[in-house]
């Protein structure tokens, strides 16, 4: 009780004497608040406060046999356990994201066959919502949020901090849409349909990849485009800054900008955008990782100092 569980560049697991398991992910915070467990009756009480990073959660005995004894809390949302999986991504906000997780058991192949899916409830001021399928999730900004979910397009091995800089696809298929797909191609009625009915040049494909609307990162870190296209790039000018970005090559895309002391490191392709602001008296390394295109930059020396921006579609 009490305990505090505080990671870095480092991984930790907890298992509990009920058979409850919590897994820790890097740069995460996890405070234990209440547990309580009386082996023989196999019955308790288990509180848990998520501060910061990301948990997995696999329940024990004492969400089995009495779930309402355990409660897990993040700053905006209040998870109720019904004897299942789930992980909980917590930013530096205080923004949830809560995931409902398939129970694997090892040797796991298939997980409609193999796994098992429980429930939990997430909870703030504004209502309660239940999360009942596998990688069905909902993400709370404040405990006046409404929660809302929404099945997402992931993995297990996905589970980490990135869920939050990176939010995975939202699943489109429907239960029933893939049960379709699954028929065999012999069952559609090919005659009876009229492929000219369409035509593909009505379609405006730019539409989809309008840079300039597009939400990245959920609406809520928006950058300014106009900003960093109206400043005065300085690609041409390399003798002048070589010594603040040593090795510097335009070939991989990278670009950038130096306004009162501040240089602007960015990069564009079709579907990523990535930006980052550094003062020109600091150094360190930068990173950008856009559909597994690695692009690094020194600024001034390597330093001590390295900065990660990964993004895929």
């Known amino acids: 009780m009490n305990d505090t569980i505080t990671t870095a560049n480092s991984k930790a697991g907890i298992t509990f004497k009920d058979e409850t398991k919590v897994q820790i992910t890097e740069h995460s915070k996890l405070v234990i608040d209440t547990f309580v467990y009386d082996g023989e009756k196999k019955t308790g009480k288990l509180g848990i406060k998520m501060a910061l990073g990301t948990i997995k959660y696999a329940s024990g005995q004492i969400a089995k046999n009495d779930p309402q004894q355990v409660r897990v809390e993040t700053p905006s949302a209040t998870i109720g356990v019904r004897g299942t999986d789930f992980s909980t991504t917590v930013d530096e906000i205080g923004r949830s994201t809560i995931v409902l997780l398939p129970s694997c058991p090892t040797g796991w192949k298939n997980i409609e066959r193999d796994c098992a899916v429980g429930s939990i409830s997430v909870t703030t001021d504004m209502g309660t919502i239940w999360l009942t399928k596998a990688f069905e999730s909902t993400t709370i900004s404040t405990n006046m949020t409404q929660p809302r979910s929404a099945i997402l397009e992931l993995d297990l091995n996905q589970i980490n901090n990135m869920i939050i800089v990176t939010p995975p696809k939202r699943a489109v298929a429907s239960t029933e849409t893939i049960q379709k797909r699954d028929r065999d191609a ?52 390399l003798d002048e800054f070589g010594k603040l970005l040593p090795r510097f090559d335009p070939m991989t895309g990278l670009k950038y900008s130096v306004e009162n002391d501040i240089l602007t490191l960015y990069r564009q392709i079709v579907n990523n955008y990535a930006e980052v602001k550094i003062p020109t008296t600091e150094s360190g390394v930068v990173r950008m990782i856009q559909d597994n295109v690695d692009v690094r930059q020194i600024v001034n020396s390597t330093g001590t100092t390295s900065i990660i921006i990964k993004q895929s579609q």
């Open 186 to 237: 012999l069952d559609e009625d090919l005659l009876g349909k009229d492929f000219l009915k369409f035509s593909e040049l009505e379609t405006n494909y730019l539409e989809k990849y309008d840079a300039l609307s597009k939400d990245y990162l959920g609406g809520e870190y928006l950058f300014n485009f106009f900003t960093v296209s109206g400043n005065a790039f300085l690609t041409n000018e």
